[in-house]
């Protein structure tokens, strides 16, 4: 039986965003309700998140609004203190999201000038619907998972490596760092990289944050790629060919990030870590096997 609740604001997602919409509301007196479909707040950080993971920018970039980072805090905060500082944020604000709750549907009432949003109880499966006159999703751009089409995938089990030839599928900033992660240990390690990337390290990527503030993001993009080229050379012949659109103009557009380099393209350059462009092909043996990559993927 389908249950029915009111509110001012809904505000879906309990990520950072959805806590900052939450603490900014809570600070003006003006009530919501959260919904979250995990069982925790920033989910994505508290599960998901591999144990090296840093922010790639400077924590003033990073900070959520009414409440700094501790200034003990290293420039670039490393996973678990970040989580202690949202932690830290939920307490402060008394932010009490309702956890387990999935959100199926949003409609605009005319009539009443009311977002009709339904939600599902994830435990017992019962619907909720809310009344509310302002709506804020704040999904974020990385909570779905997205798992590649790999042929053989639903019969490979995985098994343990070490000191072995690894392959690592996905040339975003997550794989970047787990292909560093397991050359530092001794793995033989390989990426497909198919499609084209920006490569940035840190530095090159705060300035262009600060300089967007004075500049047009076309003129810092080219700036960027300027200081890329020469901080990294012609990294084409190891693989990471450049995109034809700017570093920003592709976040803002695709929702692409810049790779943000820590040292993978040092071991890249050295051969410790190698470039290939082939799909992957899991066979029933559970062994990988490379494929040519299409030209326009």
Known sequence: MEQEAAAAIVVVGAGPSGLAASACLKTLSIPHVVLEREDCFASLWKKYAYDRLHLHLRKRFCELPHMHFPPDYPEYVPKDQLLR?????????????????????????EGDGRWR?????????????????FLVVATGESSDAFIPEVEGIEGF??????????????????GMEIALD?????????IVVRSPVHVLSRGIANLGL???????????????????KLVYGD?????????SEGPFFMKTKYGKYPFIDLGTCQKI??????????????????????RPACENM
């Open 85 to 109: 500082y949202f932690d830290d944020y939920v307490v402060r604000f008394g932010i009490e999201p309702a956890y387990g709750r999935s959100v199926e549907s949003a409609v605009y009432d």
């Open 117 to 133: 949003v339904g939600a599902r109880d994830v435990g017992s499966g019962e619907a909720v619907e809310y009344r509310c006159r």
């Open 157 to 174: 089990g995985g098994k343990e490596f070490e000191n072995s030839r690894v392959l690592v599928v996905g040339s975003g900033n997550s």
């Open 182 to 190: 397991l050359a530092n240990h001794g793995a033989r390690t390989s």
């Open 210 to 228: 600060a300089l967007l503030k004075y500049f047009s993001l076309g003129t810092v993009d080219s700036l960027l790629v300027l200081l890329s």
């Open 235 to 243: 990294m084409s012949k190891y693989g990471l060919r450049r995109p």
């Open 269 to 290: 350059k050295s051969g410790e870590i190698q470039v290939t462009r082939f799909d992957l092909h899991l066979s029933s043996s559970g062994l990988p096997t490379l």
